[in-house]
């Protein structure tokens, strides 16, 4: 039995939402039980953004991640708030552009990814999440890079077809940082 | 098999809706179940049905009692205060034997409360919310699949008995998205010969109403609904039971307090501790005979909910207090951790109460 819970936290705009929806449909195209819960209370309204991703290969108990194995920091409240809540031995990626603080952790693994200023080099200034999102897809091959295409097909409206390339763009931006 | 897809809970009940033939949806928006009345705005006008946003959550009740007596699928959705307005036209409704769907996506209350998920109207759905004599099959569904599948089978009880069915779901699982495949299947039809259709000149006209001044004939009529009530009791009642075989300890919990639940008994199972959970998938008519029986295995009992304790009273009940039941509660829109699910077990396992 193999779970993998993923917190996903920042602002309103940074495409917090999408990033989970975007990880769960990965998950559920390599055949995974998944699950996927927004915030939708009081602190959406407050600016703030997280939801909870289950990937699994059994079925999901409860949607609600409380010690990720994952955590996506896309600004620094999000960071602080959640960073002692990653299990030992997770992973953390830090969006390293909007935080300038470093993980003081050492059981866990950290990638700090300048993916806010990436974009804006890039001109998809809107699609940091996505390059994040394409650096953690290389690293988790129960779900795997190979594949994004039809999760983009089937997440961007056909109205906004232009943004389909960008999002693979922005994707492939993350699969290759580093490396 | 059909293509597994992600859906939010909300927009998986009205989709079944749509597909269980309901072709009539009125509704006042409210979180955190606005998606079901967006989406009915979406779908409807291209399928011909209708979707009506009324002033209120009472006229649209009353839309709901209108079409319902007319024979049409119908329902309405709302979350906890809404429900409280709309328990009027509940109970004219249930005084009429006319069938409606009505969806209750709980918020923390009382009053206006908050907007994260609760299971405090357990009382409101199980025991009525209106006034009278009454009663309302209520379905609680723990996933999105269920909110789907329950959708589709609240229909069918409600038309099959001539009643009320509240789907009583929470803020979570209407929000969350999970997969859900829709399976091709035609809606079941059933005749309503009492239906308001028009008589043509060729049929005596039939009466919809829940007046009824001469008390002898309003006790006949509560009589014979009753009558109808112990056949649902009787026939009615579902639950899941999961790893009860052997277990010591019993826990009870519905929707998503149940998924909570079980990840507890996982880990407790881990730790070697002898537990299991019975979900009631039907809330009224609440699965009692199961629960009677595992009172004569089980050492005692924990009832899982996010409220002060509503469904903890028909536990007790239904095992005749032959064992104890201890309550693991978050309320007012907190969710309980499996980690506190767990320490409820421990403490049962020491026979702490």
Not at chain 2, 47 to 67: K, P, R
């Amino acid at each position: 039995m193999k779970t993998t819970e993923m917190l996903i936290a920042g602002f309103g705009g940074q495409g917090i939402l999408f990033s989970g929806k975007f990880l769960a449909y990965k998950g559920l195209l390599e055949e995974l039980q998944v699950s996927w819960l927004p915030s939708y209370g009081p602190e959406m309204r407050g600016g703030t953004a997280n939801c909870n991703v289950i990937l699994s290969d059994t079925p999901v108990g409860s949607p609600i991640v409380t010690s990720p194995d994952v955590l996506i920091a896309m600004n620094l409240p999000s960071l602080e708030k959640y960073v002692n809540t990653v299990v030992a031995g997770g992973q953390i990626y830090v969006d390293s552009s909007l935080i300038d603080v470093k993980v003081e952790r050492d059981d866990v693994e950290v990638f700090y990814i300048p993916a806010t200023q990436m974009a804006k080099d890039e001109g998809i200034s809107t699609l940091a999440n996505m390059i994040i999102v394409g650096h953690l897809l290389e690293n988790h091959p129960e779900l795997s890079f190979e594949g994004v295409e039809e999760v983009v097909e089937k997440l961007v409206p056909a109205k906004k077809a232009a943004l389909k390339e960008l999002n693979m763009k922005a994707l492939s931006l993350g699969k290759n940082y580093n490396k | 098999m059909a293509e597994r897809i992600l859906m939010k809970g909300n927009e998986a009940i009205a989709e079944a809706a749509i597909r269980a033939g309901c072709l009539h949806y009125f509704g006042y928006p409210i979180t955190p179940q606005t998606e079901i009345a967006a989406y009915m705005a979406k779908k409807m006008p291209k399928i011909g049905g209708v979707f009506l946003q009324a002033e209120s959550e009472i006229a649209s009740i009353n839309m709901v009692y209108g079409a319902a007596a007319a024979g049409m699928r119908v329902m309405t959705s709302s979350s906890s205060p809404g429900i409280s307005l709309k328990s009027e036209g509940l109970s004219y409704i249930a005084g009429s034997d006319v069938p409606a769907l009505v969806v209750n996506v709980q918020r923390g209350g009382p009053g206006l409360g908050g907007i994260q998920p609760s299971q405090s109207d357990y009382f409101q759905a199980t025991k009525g919310g209106g006034h009278g004599d009454y009663r309302m099959i209520v379905l609680a569904p723990a996933s999105v699949q269920e909110m789907a599948s329950l959708t589709i089978k609240g229909f069918d009880l409600a038309d099959k008995y001539c009643v009320t069915t509240m789907l009583l779901a929470d803020g979570t699982i209407g929000q969350m998205m999970e997969p859900i495949t829709f399976e091709d299947a035609e809606p079941t039809v059933y005749e309503k010969p009492w239906a308001l259709t028009g008589t043509e000149c060729k049929r005596p006209h039939n009466i919809v109403n829940s007046l009824y001044l001469k008390p002898d004939e309003l006790e006949k009529k509560n009589f014979e609904r009753f009558e109808k009530y112990a056949e649902i009791e009787k026939n009615e009642a579902m639950w899941e039971e999961y790893m009860m075989d052997d277990a010591e300890i019993c826990v009870v919990a519905f929707g998503i307090a149940s998924r909570i639940a079980k990840n507890a008994v996982a880990e407790a199972r881990k730790e070697g501790i002898k537990v299991g959970l019975i979900r009631p998938i039907t809330l009224w008519p609440f699965p009692t005979e199961v629960l009677k029986a595992a009172a004569d295995k089980v050492k005692s009992f924990i009832s899982v909910e996010l409220s002060m304790g509503q469904m903890i009273e028909d536990v007790k009940l239904a095992t005749e207090c032959k064992r104890p039941v201890s309550l693991c509660n978050r309320t007012g829109g907190m969710i309980p951790t499996p980690e506190e699910v767990l320490s409820a077990i421990h403490k049962a396992e020491k026979g702490e109460f």
